[in-house]
């Protein structure tokens, strides 16, 4: 984990992620929940938003809380898959999509994301337990000496 978050590099993401989707400041105070003062001092690296805030933005950005989290230093970003950050992106950016189709599509995504992370999870080999051998008698058993 980042031992020190570059709050300001976390508030340029947060309104690059905001711009791209074509979401004014207002709207998403509205939508997400937190005060539009709030919201500008964060973009502006004044503020250190908690975890509840960062997922409050993030859905209301329709990206994933994970993603803002790494941003923010509480998670280390994973290495078993590529980040999403392009994606959304691309999806927030996409001019031919509805934001109804916009929600779908992350959704599916975003499913699809953890589908394939139950499978590799499921796919790696278990580490072997030694079988301990059983110290007790038991009673159906003659007691040898």
């Known amino acids: 984990m980042s031992a020190r978050l570059d709050v300001s ?81 691309a999806l927030a950016a996409d001019p031919t999509l509805t934001e109804r189709q916009r929600g779908v599509l992350l959704e599916i995504y975003t499913a699809f994301m953890s589908e394939n992370a139950a499978s590799r999870a499921r796919a790696e080999p278990e580490t072997p337990v030694a079988s301990k051998r059983s110290t007790t008698r038991r009673a159906d058993r003659p007691a040898t000496s």
């Open 9 to 89: 590099s976390l508030g340029s993401f947060i309104r690059e992620q905001r711009e791209a989707a074509e979401v004014s400041l207002r709207q998403l105070a509205k939508t997400s929940g937190v005060s539009n003062p709030y919201l500008s001092q964060i973009e502006r690296g004044l503020r250190h938003p908690s975890a509840e805030i960062l997922g409050q933005i993030a859905k209301a950005l329709r990206i994933s809380a994970e993603t803002l989290y790494v941003q923010a230093g509480f998670l280390e970003e994973r290495e078993d898959r590529e980040p999403a950050p392009s994606f959304t992106v």
